[in-house]
């Protein structure tokens, strides 16, 4: 309806007393109780719908009025639309044929936990505008460090502490800000040209981003190349052999992201060696354990971070691996006094005792943002809902059907296992010789090289696959190589959906090869 | 349980079998039905809780496990803590006696939005990771900035377009780095410390902080005084004066924020004339409408953002005051193509052929982090459930209340309101000449000033009204003056939740007035 042009009726307009209260609490029983059994429906029949969604670009405009309602509308027609409209145009993340990207890792405790922070809706700048919201993240953040053995350092039942965030962009702003600061208020602000931070070319872009943020001049984010032979990891001498050039330039060395777990193919960084090397420099070593740090509750798996006691911060995505739903990174602080010294603000507002007896935590000075949500409760919800030992088995498992899938590959000799593989997510292709004859003609054609043909013919591969609905996978491109990622994560995944993907893959590529 | 020194048993460890089903719809179903009747019973119960939560710093450490568990606990005994341990720790933004801070709007149709993102749970960073996530937002985006009736220029259907965020802080962060680099790809990257952003001494910390995060030099970070008489709002003036100077020392005028309802007492910046300043200057100009935003949807209060034609950007909290729940602030951009610029990243795994046919909108460019909720829902459902009218009737409601309790606070003779009132916010105080007979007690001992006095006596009242637990009320200081600010906007307050407030006020005053 048209708000613009049509107005509303005088009688509205005069009556000042809102006609109905928004959270009456039968309303909110009713209406909630609809939408529980909506998504346990959901849940029930997500193996229906096609994983990535197929609509076009722009497909809901046109299922849209141009103007909001003037007038309410029932929850039935609502929820009526979103199933006909929404749902359509939804990308499954939850569905146990999904196997893009990095799993969005769902359950019943991280919904309740989102359920009963939203419900209470309190906003937990500080200490004293909910003690219980501040004082549950520290209490779970150092079970959770305790239940990856992360170094004392690193707890506030030693001399740090953690903090809840949203995503590791956060985290990688929030220490990349501390490391500047630290290292201005050395060398002088006027020299913030001068700052070095170093990634390998397998980082997550979030680094880059951060840096440009916070002022590092483009000049001097230092990309350092990785190797196939050595799988994509960055090399503790290409490293120092950097920082040297640099240092012999008369530039700062400030910040160096260590990843666990990269995002094209999982590559395990050597943390203790590069941290040695960063030490001898006094950088900020921050590890990026988004996807993989979850499973290091394992302790078959905990050698990979083996050496993050010399880091200075430590996070993962609780989201991608641990249950808890979007959005829940923990980040874990050697140093927390040099985040608060660069983040922390004075409000006269905000001004309470319980801050100036310094005897709490106030987490606004831990963040970018004032203003934060009650993500402890999704935390302590997952650990105690399922328990740590059930967790770590839950990882296992899907570590085993990727071993699973991984050895399907293996058996197909048209297919290669790319890199080797780490944990849950398994890098493959067509070989260049299987797309040989393919390849021929193109090379007749168009002079093509046998590595471009099957970059071509494995992209052709996935868009194939994925265009089916059946299952969802997503690419890299490492060396020059396009591969398919088969992620594994998904909590509905199970072993028979990961032995029908791969069945799945080999029909298609029978299709391609034999077209 | 100690998991660290006991390990676990060897038979879990053998198994590799995930033995539970984190998504089983069933258990999903049952435990999701339980946390709904728990929370409408805490809404139907809320006026029993002490509003502000009067626990001690530590008090939760006492009461939990130093380890996280094991074994998998019950949520009958989950949600039984969180009654006994966590809800007393809680303040209760929710109650109809919280008129603290600015309100956190929460209500039945905000709720049901962010249980459905929850639950599907989709990461929304581009068009294609969940279309329906992008599309959605574009549209609501649009809906609300035409009921705001924003210039085409903000909207989609224009040549600008929204985008949903966690908090103003990010917004302020965003725009902020977007003006920077507009700047130094006209003066040099390696100018930075020249930039000068201006705001006044009521602005949002939050300014300040993201200046500091961008590499803002803090010596060009420029704080204008306001002043009572012109009920502390930032002057065209003001503004001119200071920038002529900067320019005349070589500095470069950057970025303005200008406040449509200031934190401490809801000022509202002259947008208009603010913008031509800065205009003539070539600066950014962004809208800070956090809390009053909202209520421009009205006609009659749309006047206080005339002139936001002439701003680059505008944001208001829809988790203020407008029932989405925390979190969600709405942010317009006249250019998003300079935001864009500023924050878009590449990456080989998140490429794809709608990104590539610029048809679509790829919000991770919008915004700090990659990944995203699907806040969209939120926007959509409060929209549709209460329609434009009913939203409009609601604010005016919480406005009415508040020349309610004004009109109560003028009619006691040693109170007085201390700066006119704009919404829905009432900034008052004792008077001094009603604390003269304490201040002359005091004059005697220590020599205090009446005004002294009257701001260790307000203190006082407001720490004995929250000590009561009875209501919430925070405070501001504005000119040296120490004001209770009584800010109306909780979904569940009604008049006479404002008139026993009002009540309660005189009585502590009178307790204190006469000890």
């Known amino acids: 309806m048209d708000t613009q042009r049509t107005g509303y009726p005088a009688r509205l307009q005069a009556n000042h007393t809102f006609i109905m209260n928004p959270l009456d609490p039968k309303e909110f029983r009713r209406q909630g109780h609809m939408i529980i059994d909506f998504l346990a429906d959901y849940y029930q029949n997500i193996g229906n719908y096609p994983?990535?969604?197929?609509?076009?670009?722009?497909?809901?405009?046109?299922?849209?009025?141009?103007?909001?309602?003037?007038?309410?509308?029932?929850?039935?027609?609502?929820?009526?639309?979103?199933?006909?409209?929404?749902?359509?145009?939804?990308?499954?993340?939850?569905?146990?044929?999904?196997?893009?990207?990095?799993?969005?890792?769902?359950?019943?405790?991280?919904?309740?936990?989102?359920?009963?922070?939203?419900?209470?809706?309190?906003?937990?700048?500080?200490?004293?505008?909910?003690p219980a919201a501040t004082e549950l993240e520290s209490v779970v953040m150092d079970w959770l460090g305790?239940?990856?053995?992360?170094?004392?350092?690193?707890?506030?039942?030693?001399?740090?502490?953690?903090?809840?965030?949203?995503?590791?962009?956060?985290?990688?702003?929030?220490?990349?800000?501390?490391?500047?600061?630290?290292?201005?208020?050395?060398?002088?602000?006027?020299?913030?040209?001068?700052?070095?931070?170093?990634?390998?070319?397998?980082?997550?872009?979030?680094?880059?981003?951060?840096?440009?943020?916070?002022?590092?001049?483009?000049?001097?984010?230092?990309?350092?190349?990785?190797?196939?032979?050595?799988?994509?990891?960055?090399?503790?001498?290409?490293?120092?052999?950097?920082?040297?050039?640099d240092v012999q330039n008369g530039l700062v060395p400030c910040y160096l992201c260590v990843t666990v777990g990269t995002t094209s193919t999982t590559a395990i960084d050597p943390l203790g060696p590069l941290c040695k090397v960063a030490k001898k420099y006094g950088m900020w070593v921050h590890v990026d354990a988004a996807y993989a740090g979850s499973v290091c509750i394992c302790p078959e798996f905990r050698h990979l971070i083996d050496g993050v006691e010399d880091a200075n911060s430590f996070s993962l995505n609780a989201h991608k691996w641990f249950l808890t739903n979007l959005d829940c990174c923990c980040l874990w602080l050697k140093d927390p006094a040099s985040v608060i010294k660069s983040l922390s603000t004075h409000s006269v507002y905000l001004e309470n005792s319980a801050t100036d007896s310094k005897q709490v935590v106030d987490y606004k000075d831990w963040q970018i943002t004032l203003s934060r949500r009650?993500?402890?409760?999704?935390?302590?919800?997952?650990?105690?809902?399922?328990?740590?030992?059930?967790?770590?088995?839950?990882?296992?498992?899907?570590?085993?059907?990727?071993?699973?899938?991984?050895?399907?590959?293996?058996?197909?000799?048209?297919?290669?296992?790319?890199?080797?593989?780490?944990?849950?997510?398994?890098?493959?292709?067509?070989?260049?010789?299987?797309?040989?004859?393919?390849?021929?003609?193109?090379?007749?054609?168009?002079?093509?090289?046998?590595?471009?043909?099957a970059n071509e013919i494995n992209r052709r591969l996935l868009d194939s696959i994925n265009g089916s609905g059946t299952v969802y996978m997503t690419h890299a491109i490492v060396g020059g190589v396009f591969v398919i990622r088969c992620a594994i994560g998904a909590t509905l995944t199970d072993t028979k959906h990961v032995i029908m993907a791969w069945k799945l893959v080999q029909e298609h590529a029978y299709a391609i090869l034999n077209y």
């Open 374 to 453: 009650f993500r402890a409760l999704k935390v302590w919800l997952v650990l105690r809902s399922y328990g740590v030992a059930n967790l770590r088995n839950f990882l296992r498992s899907h570590v085993e059907m990727a071993k699973t899938f991984e050895e399907l590959v293996r058996r197909d000799k048209r297919f290669e296992i790319f890199v080797p593989r780490n944990l849950s997510v398994v890098c493959f292709r067509l070989l260049p010789s299987a797309v040989a004859k393919i390849g021929n003609g193109k090379v007749q054609n168009g002079g093509f090289k046998n590595e471009d043909v």
């Open 51 to 130: 994983v990535l969604s197929q609509v076009e670009p722009g497909y809901l405009r046109n299922l849209t009025p141009d103007f909001a309602p003037l007038n309410p509308e029932p929850i039935e027609t609502i929820l009526q639309d979103f199933q006909q409209h929404i749902v359509p145009g939804i990308t499954h993340w939850q569905s146990p044929n999904y196997f893009a990207y990095f799993p969005s890792s769902g359950s019943t405790a991280g919904f309740l936990g989102e359920m009963l922070s939203t419900g209470f809706n309190l906003v937990g700048f500080n200490w004293l505008s909910s």
């Open 146 to 245: 305790q239940v990856l053995k992360l170094p004392k350092a690193f707890l506030f039942s030693g001399s740090g502490g953690g903090v809840l965030l949203g995503t590791t962009c956060e985290a990688i702003l929030v220490t990349l800000v501390a490391a500047r600061d630290k290292m201005l208020s050395r060398i002088g602000r006027e020299n913030i040209c001068e700052l070095v931070v170093y990634v390998s070319d397998q980082t997550h872009c979030a680094v880059q981003k951060a840096a440009h943020i916070i002022g590092i001049h483009p000049k001097n984010f230092r990309v350092i190349k990785t190797m196939k032979s050595t799988s994509f990891t960055l090399l503790p001498e290409s490293l120092l052999s950097a920082i040297q050039t």
